[in-house]
């Protein structure tokens, strides 16, 4: 590596590791292996002596801020290259460009340099003005008229006086407009106290009606939050709102100030001069005409990307949490997947989550065949042994979740439990080409009643066959950087299922696929060997799959386990090259691996550090003992399932003041939606989840929590329920709402659902904490479309 490239890699590591909290050594350690293809799963899991003990938070917040960093680096490269490529690239200007610690900052330096479309400036200078824009800005005693009368040339295409001052002040503009210091001085001033101010396009009242509450608004550009201003943006791009970005509340001084600050730079000022009103005007010009304008683009720009990452955050925390909810565990299970004219798809799943049965009833209108369908599930659950009833939570949901109940009561026998299951995105699973490969003679419908079965065994395995955006629990995942979002939402699940941990010989390709190190073509290949000579017997015979060597076996041979195999710490997370850790342990304790393994009083007694050798350091000690105690642990919760209120199933049946027990089907940056069973999400706003101040929903509540909420606004016309977790709240609690922002939630299939939004409405920028009354939660409620 040349000297100047691994200068930039040690100062690279060094700003990571500020921004992380951690040592450059550590920062520099973790890059070397993720440059060699290592994952982060893998390193924050089994490289903890290399890295210092970087967790995975850490090694992801520094994956990507690597991106970045070297990205910039290369931009500077190009950058240096054309200025120097056009020998204007002085040691001033390099030193500035090498010192330049953002992408903005960079190109504000650029911009001078950038190969651009001939200018008004560029055609000036040409005709040979320039001197007279230096001379008016050096001497402003001179009187303009007289000065430009000079470089009047109908040669040179300066017609008069007024052409050749306008020439000069073009040139003037552009140097201003470009100069770095001031563009970098006035981005910051105006990020601070920029308002960004909407406006109802003429004739859009009606068609951008869900946005009333912006037709006249005004809102700090620093202080608002993400999720209002992705609303914003939406509605500026469906054309309903115009969008400006005012220097402050009061606009006409506010512009009055940027013009003082292009002066300041420009060094003109307000003295009577002969030149000072015409120099005065072309720096209020540079304001309005291209700072202003760049600024406002620039900074918009900034926000979005700000509050594109929140959202992006957002929804791969609530994705993180329906991952890792409760599994049922290997039992067998009825999957309903409700209907009405179309009927009610059933799909029963053995406790391996091997389909054994299907079939379609018809228990709601139009044909109403109650007692027929109760007798066919009855037959199907004695045949198979259900011990649970996975019932999907979308249309006739409730109606399906009484006839769930009337079977139970139908056949104590079975002793078996009723849960309703999210359905986001199985209709995607159940169109698939991975379903298709499953299930290639089965209904397109029947498989979304499969989906709906094994995601009540294990929501992890079934929902990795689903495209991550497609479970639909984001805010605004439609306006968002698809491609980020795409990145971010797969890094969450390939840390959840390798923080699980995968069965090897039950796992399906689209799961083995998550796992560190496998490729899609390696875990297809797993399956098929497995499929041709059976179940693996040691972690060991995984070499022997096409396409895993070496290194493939090094990142994934953790994070896979065997049951019941020929070596008792393959079911464990133990990595095989530390079993001569165990095997250390094993000779001092004089036991067999079997009777050490769940010995938690021994275990515990054991000192870490009586273990370590060069490569294995008490760290990883420590990790193996308790993998130890017990082996394979799952980290996620034990299962249990809300019980949804007997009669109320549907809006309507809602009352002011009743308690419910919900699901928490998505979060988001201003409060929880809950599914009380009523085909409609209520939502508990923010400063209704606690007694306490919550600057984060998720400090409070995460999806597929089980929560006591209580009705405080039903209206039935627009669909909206206000909840509160505070049960003694006799009226509405105070809260930042607003209309119109609908969508600020994904549902069903790839957002086929939508959420809200809160605000206030008003002309000036305002703090979160002077809200309206209640009534103002109008949208921030319920799942509405999705509108893409």
Request: with cysteine; aromatic share 4%.
């Amino acid at each position: 590596m040349p000297e100047i490239s691994h200068k930039l890699a040690q100062q690279i590591a060094r700003t990571i590791a500020t921004e992380i909290g951690a040592q450059p050594a550590q920062a520099q350690a973790a890059i070397a292996l993720l440059d060699e293809g290592a994952t982060v799963p893998f390193i924050a899991r089994y490289r903890k002596e290399v890295t210092g003990g970087l967790d995975d938070t850490q090694l992801r917040n520094l994956e990507t801020r690597l991106v970045y960093l070297r990205e910039l680096e290369d931009r500077r490269a190009a950058v240096l290259a054309s200025i120097d490529e056009q020998g204007k690239l002085s040691d001033e200007l390099r030193a500035e460009i090498e010192a330049a610690d953002a992408k903005s900052r960079l190109e504000d330096l650029y911009l001078p340099y950038k190969p651009k479309r001939r200018t008004k400036a560029q055609i000036a200078r040409e005709a040979g003005l320039e001197p007279l824009a230096d001379g008016l800005l050096a001497d402003p005693s001179q009187d303009p008229q007289v000065a430009a009368a000079q470089f009047v040339d109908t040669d040179k295409g300066v017609a008069d006086t007024k052409a050749a001052l306008d020439g000069a002040r073009a040139i003037l503009m552009e140097r201003w407009g470009e100069n770095a210091a001031l563009v970098g001085e006035l981005r910051n001033w105006l990020g601070e106290v920029g308002v960004i101010r909407a406006r109802v396009a003429e004739g859009k009242e009606n068609e951008g009606a869900k946005y009333r509450d912006y037709f006249d608004h005004a809102e700090s550009l620093a202080k608002i939050p993400s999720h209002r201003l992705l609303a914003l943006f939406r509605a500026r791009r469906e054309e309903v709102l115009f969008l400006d970005l005012d220097p402050g509340s009061d606009a006409e001084a506010g512009h009055l100030q940027a013009e003082g600050r292009v002066a300041f730079h420009a060094g003109v000022k307000a003295q009577g001069r002969p030149a000072d009103k015409w120099l005065l005007d072309s720096c209020r010009l540079t304001w309005k005409a291209k700072l202003h304008m760049h600024l406002l683009l620039d900074l918009f720009n900034h926000a979005r990307e700000k509050a594109e990452a929140e959202a992006i955050t957002v929804f791969g925390d609530n994705l993180k949490d329906l991952l890792l909810a409760a599994p049922a565990g290997p039992k067998a299970v009825l999957g309903l997947d409700p209907g009405l004219r179309t009927g009610v798809k059933v799909a029963v799943v053995d406790n391996t989550g091997k389909l054994v049965d299907t079939a379609t009833i018809y228990p709601h209108e139009p044909k109403r065949q109650w007692d027929q369908s109760l007798h066919v599930l009855r037959a199907l659950c004695s045949k198979h042994g259900v011990e649970l009833i996975a019932i999907g939570n979308g249309t006739a949901s409730r109606e399906t979740d009484k006839l769930a109940g009337d079977l139970i009561k139908l056949a104590p026998e079975l002793k078996m439990q009723k849960i309703v299951v999210s359905e986001a995105g199985a209709s995607v699973y159940s169109a698939s080409e991975f379903a298709a490969k499953e299930f290639p003679n089965l209904d397109v419908s029947i498989r979304g009643a499969v989906s709906i079965a094994r995601r009540l065994q294990d929501p992890l395995a079934e929902l990795v066959k689903i495209e991550p955006k497609a479970i639909g629990v984001g805010q605004y995942q439609h306006d968002v950087d698809q491609f980020r979002l795409a990145r971010a939402l797969d890094a969450r699940v390939e840390d959840c299922v390798n923080a699980v941990g995968v069965d090897v010989n039950t796992a399906s390709a689209a799961l083995l696929t998550r796992v560190s190190g496998l490729s899609s073509t390696v875990a297809e290949n797993i399956v098929v060997y497995r499929d041709a000579n059976g179940a693996f017997k040691s972690r060991k015979e995984l070499l022997k799959v096409p396409r895993l060597g070496d290194k493939t076996f090094e990142q994934c041979a953790g994070f896979l386990r065997i049951a019941d195999g020929e070596q008792p710490l393959d079911a464990s997370s133990v990595h095989p090259e530390a079993y001569p850790v165990v095997e250390r342990i094993l000779k001092q304790c004089g036991r067999e691996v079997k009777s050490l393994i769940g010995d938690a009083p021994l275990l515990r007694g054991l000192k870490p550090e009586q273990f370590v050798d060069e490569k294995f350091g008490v760290p990883t000690v420590r990790d193996i003992l308790k993998e130890l105690e017990k082996p394979g642990r799952d980290p996620r919760p034990e299962f249990k399932a809300a019980r949804f209120a007997d009669g109320v199933e549907d809006i309507k049946d809602l009352q002011v003041g009743m308690v419910l027990e919900g699901v928490v089907s998505n979060v988001a940056a201003f409060g929880a939606f809950v599914d009380i069973g009523v085909h409609q999400d209520g939502l508990i706003h923010i400063s209704a989840l606690s007694d306490k101040y919550v600057k984060d929903p998720r400090e409070v509540v995460k999806a597929g929590d089980i929560v006591k909420v209580k009705v405080i606004e039903v209206d039935i016309p627009r669909k909206r329920i206000a909840l509160t977790r505070r049960l003694d709240d006799a009226a509405p609690a105070p809260r930042e709402s607003r209309g119109g922002e609908r969508d600020a939630r994904g549902g069903r299939d790839a957002g086929s659902r939508g959420g809200g939004r809160d605000g206030q409405r008003g002309n000036a920028p305002r703090m979160p904490s002077a809200p309206p009354a209640n009534n103002a939660l109008a949208a921030a409620f319920a799942k509405a479309k999705q509108g893409g």
